[in-house]
C-alpha cells in the first residue's frame, strides 16, 4: 500500500463502481451480509471510511454517512445541497457546451435537478467505459492467433480509451466534491478507520 497516496473523491467513486461489480445485489451492500467474504468486506470498509472523509465536515448533512450505496450512485447527495456549491461545475458544464456547440445563452440556468440528472448519466457511462477497458481483464493466456489477435486488438483499443485525458473523471469530480478535498492514507487511516489490510494479498488467499 502506498503511504503517499493522495485520495480523492474519484478514488471512492471507482472504488464504489469496482464494488458493485464485484458484489451487484444491493442487499448484500452491508456490514453484516459481507462477514463472511474478507475481500468484498475490506472493499466496503474502505467505501465507509472514503464516504466519512468526504462527506463530512460540513461538507453535506451527515446522513449522509448513512445513505445506502444506490443513493450515492443515483446523486441524491447534490440535492441536498445549495446551487451555490456548484458554481465551478456550472461554469465548466456550460463552456464546454459553448465550445463545442457555440449554442447557450449566458441567462440559460442550471438547477441542482440538471446536476443530479447530469452525474447519473455520466456515471453510467464511466461504468460502461470500465466495462470496455477492462474486457481482456479475466485473459490469463492466449496462445492460439485467433486468441492471440482477438486480446492485442481489444487491448490497444481499450488502452487508447483509458489513456487519453478524460474530462469525464472532471466533472464527476466537481459533482462530488466540489470543495476539491483529497486525503493522505495516513489521514484517512489515522481520522477516518480506513483499513490497512493488503486487498492484493487478501485477494490470493481468498481464490
Keep these: 500500500m502506498n503511504q ?3 485520495f480523492t473523491s474519484i478514488d471512492l467513486l471507482d472504488k464504489v463502481i469496482e464494488f458493485t461489480f464485484m458484489s451487484p445485489n444491493p442487499s448484500s451492500w452491508n456490514l453484516e451480509a459481507l462477514k463472511s467474504n474478507t475481500p468484498l468486506l475490506i472493499r466496503f470498509r474502505q467505501i465507509e471510511s472514503l464516504m466519512k472523509a468526504f462527506f463530512s465536515n460540513g461538507n453535506i448533512p451527515s446522513s ?3 445513505v445506502p450505496l444506490e443513493s450515492f450512485l443515483g446523486g441524491d447527495f447534490i440535492l441536498d445541497r445549495a446551487i451555490s456549491d456548484y ?8 463552456k464546454y ?4 456547440t457555440d449554442n ?3 441567462t440559460i440556468t442550471i438547477d441542482l435537478c440538471d446536476l443530479e440528472f447530469i452525474y447519473s448519466r455520466l456515471l453510467s457511462f464511466k461504468k460502461q467505459l470500465l466495462k470496455i477497458t477492462n474486457f481482456n481483464s479475466d485473459v490469463v493466456e492466449a496462445s492460439s492467433i485467433s486468441a492471440r489477435f482477438s486480446y492485442l486488438l481489444t487491448s490497444s483499443i481499450s488502452k487508447s480509451i483509458s489513456e487519453k485525458p478524460t474530462k469525464l473523471d472532471k466533472i464527476l469530480e466537481l459533482l462530488i466534491n ?3 478535498l483529497s486525503f493522505s492514507l495516513e489521514e ?3 481520522k ?5 489490510e493488503d486487498l492484493i494479498d487478501i485477494d490470493i488467499d481468498y481464490t
Design 4 to 6: 503517499n497516496s493522495e
Design 64 to 66: 449522509i454517512l448513512q
Design 87 to 94: 458554481k465551478e461545475a456550472i461554469y465548466f458544464i456550460k
Design 97 to 100: 457546451i459553448r465550445e463545442e
Design 104 to 106: 447557450i445563452h449566458d
Design 178 to 180: 466540489p470543495n476539491g
Design 188 to 190: 484517512l487511516i489515522s
Design 192 to 196: 477516518y478507520d480506513f483499513p490497512t
